[in-house]
């Protein structure tokens, strides 16, 4: 499977605990993005790296969450401190450079469950 | 900040039924937008795009969408469905960037 891989697909929590996120683009797309998904409602946009640069961050992103993409290769998200209105699904996706929003390829998803 | 609507919530039709997928968008330049689509159990997938040039844009599956700048919107059709077509729909919208702005979703099921 040459997709966007999302690691792990769902994880349960308990309030205050730490979590952690991985997302592995299509290895020649050197875009990737991080959205979140709550229940009935679409994506939103929480941030935006090119190759390892950071370039774009919501203000849903607060200080309790932040994300890397140390080689330009994979990248994680993590939540310190979870509440649980951080339980949503975690959508990673990614696209080459020369295609930008033409070639977006999104993953499964993780679903995180805050108790 | 733009906003992006569906009134959609939920459809049901039966097969063969005719669709209409309503998207409004609020932001009032330039804009590109996009029609996903995501089968129970499966990570959402392109259906159609609008960058610019014809406004009428057809989408895999039978698909299509019209872009009609005047009434900021960008709706949704299929002449004929399936009950396959049954998923949620997303309508989402970019004018700066690399982010998309996506509306709420519309369910659609398709009865048998």
């Known amino acids: 499977d040459t997709g966007v891989s999302q690691d792990p697909r769902h994880k349960i929590t308990k309030r205050g605990q730490n979590v952690t996120f991985r997302c592995d683009p299509i290895?020649?797309?050197?875009?990737l993005y991080w959205y979140r998904q709550t229940l009935g409602q679409g994506p939103e946009f929480l941030t935006y790296?090119?190759?390892?640069?950071?370039?774009?961050k919501s203000r849903l992103l607060s200080d309790r969450f932040s994300a890397e993409r140390p080689k330009g290769s994979f990248s994680t998200l993590e939540i310190q401190r979870t509440e649980q209105g951080d339980s949503a699904m975690y959508l990673c996706?990614?696209?080459?450079?020369?295609?930008?929003?033409?070639?977006?390829?999104f993953g499964s998803g993780t679903r995180l469950t805050v108790v | 900040a733009q906003s992006v609507s569906q009134h959609n919530h939920h459809v049901i039709l039966s097969e063969a039924a005719s669709l209409e997928l309503g998207c409004n968008y609020s932001?009032?330049?330039?804009?590109?937008l996009f029609w996903y689509v995501q089968y129970p159990g499966q990570h959402l997938q392109l259906l159609l795009k609008?960058?610019?040039?014809?406004?009428l844009v057809k989408g895999i599956k039978g698909f299509e969408a019209e872009f009609i700048k005047s009434k900021f919107s960008f709706n949704l059709r299929k002449p004929s469905v399936q009950w396959s077509d049954t998923a949620e729909y997303f309508c989402?919208?970019?004018?700066?960037?690399?982010?998309?702005?996506f509306g709420g979703g519309t369910r659609l099921m398709v009865k048998p």
């Open positions: 996706a990614s696209s080459p450079r020369w295609q930008g929003l033409n070639g977006y390829t």
């Open positions: 290895s020649e797309h050197n875009r």
């Open positions: 790296f090119q190759n390892e640069a950071q370039l774009e």
């Open positions: 932001y009032g330049g330039t804009v590109n």
């Open positions: 609008y960058f610019s040039g014809d406004p």
């Open positions: 989402a919208v970019n004018n700066a960037g690399n982010m998309l702005t």
